[in-house]
């Protein structure tokens, strides 16, 4: 197969993938779910990597529409680079401010996480500290950036302390931590196959605990 035939079929495959990935980030952010963070780059060299294969392609051809095209193709790969560029900077900004974060409660001694609006409208609490404590405090210390907005019901706040001294707060859903108003994944959540699941310590130590508690609050009356 000669270099030429090469480029007439990948051309296509090439550009039908890219506009898959372009509109998964732009028209439907929620699809941006299905890449980790560590993938961006990967996806912007993609995007890169196809658009010079149709200046190459149009560089021989010497047709005005294919130049067109290739020009229309350019312009969105630029658009997705800026964009992941863009996302970059936004989260090396999260984590800075996470890493303050983590200063602050990096002496915490325990924990007391509570629901915030209780079902049951009874106070649903409870202490964690030692070894448990310090593993919220390396969740927390671990968490990734997420930068989306999702309907979340930020039902457990979470309160590190030092003897009396508070450190800070965090509220969180199980899977996702606000901290300074700034949002992140649990960082001991894993993937498997693309789908988070519900394994995290912020999950397993504090948010399904205190579902357990209410429930059986509300059983008992």
């Known amino acids: 197969m000669s270099i030429s035939q090469l480029g007439k079929i990948s051309l296509p495959i090439s550009c039908g993938l890219f506009v898959i990935v372009l509109v998964s980030y732009i028209a439907f952010p929620a699809l941006a779910m299905l890449y980790s963070a560590t993938e ?57 401010s996470l890493n303050l974060f983590v200063q602050k409660i990096a002496s915490t001694d325990h924990v007391v996480a509570a629901l915030r609006v209780p079902v049951s409208k009874e106070a649903v609490s409870l202490t964690l500290s030692g070894e448990a404590a310090k593993s919220i ?18 039902r457990v706040s979470v309160t590190f302390f030092a003897g009396t001294n508070v450190l800070g707060e965090i509220v969180t859903d199980g899977e996702l931590f606000l901290a300074d108003d700034k ?21 397993k130590l504090l948010y399904r605990p205190l579902e357990e508690a209410e429930m059986k609050q509300i059983e008992a009356k």
């Not at 405090?137 to 930020?154: I, K, M």
């Not at 949002?183 to 999950?203: F, P």
């Open 137 to 154: 405090v390396q969740s927390v210390a671990s968490g990734r950036p997420e930068r989306r907005s999702f309907t979340n019901v930020w």
């Open 183 to 203: 949002q992140y994944w649990d960082g001991s959540y894993h993937r498997a196959n693309g789908v988070v699941e519900r394994s995290g310590i912020l999950y």
């Open 40 to 96: 961006l780059p990967m996806v912007a060299l993609f995007a890169f990597a196809c658009s010079w294969q149709l200046f190459t392609l149009c560089y021989h051809k010497q047709s005005v529409g294919a130049w067109m095209l290739a020009v229309i193709y350019g312009i969105a790969a630029i658009a997705l680079i800026h964009h992941v560029l863009k996302e970059s900077r936004l989260q090396r900004s999260d984590m800075a």
